[in-house]
């Protein structure tokens, strides 16, 4: 199985790379998680992703915040799927980093999810690795079906839990 190659602008990114790590871990993908910044490791970023296909990766997370330009340097320096993950930073509350994120020029892609969606991010890698791989789509089906489950649980409960509030 390819592996899904992680990087991060900051260890200040990590409790939502750690949603990411979890539902990877989860799915029993593998992963390599960095730090590395478009800003001030632009060397290192640029040298990932241009060796991340021939490294194993088949699709790589972006996460980062403000100007959040590090998925978009990741991107134009891979032909593989890049996912951004914008962050919450001290201000605007991560809407500077999603718009950051979302407005990349045609050509170099960039799928973005929620801001600090390391959980969507993560099963949107796994989709993608899915595509050749039906262990992992019976695994992604699965969860899916686990978390319908839940969902009709819960709805279940309510009804009751509104009957004892009387």
Known sequence: MKKVGIIMGSDSDLPVI??????????????????????????????????????????????????????????????????????????LEGLDALLSTVQMPTGI?????????????????AQILALEDAGLAEKLEAKREKDARNVLEKDAGIMARLKEAK
């Open 109 to 125: 892609p960039v799928a973005t999810v929620a801001v600090n969606g390391g959980g969507n991010a993560a099963l949107l890698a």
């Open 18 to 91: 750690r949603k990411a790590t979890d539902m990877l871990d989860s799915l029993g993908i593998p992963y390599e998680a960095h730090v590395y910044s478009a800003h001030r490791t632009p060397v290192q970023a640029r040298d990932f992703a241009i060796r991340a296909r021939e490294n194993g990766f088949g699709v790589l997370i972006a996460a980062a915040g403000m100007a959040a330009h590090l998925a978009g340097a990741i991107a134009a320096n891979t032909t593989l799927p890049v996912i951004g993950i914008p962050c919450t930073g001290p201000c």
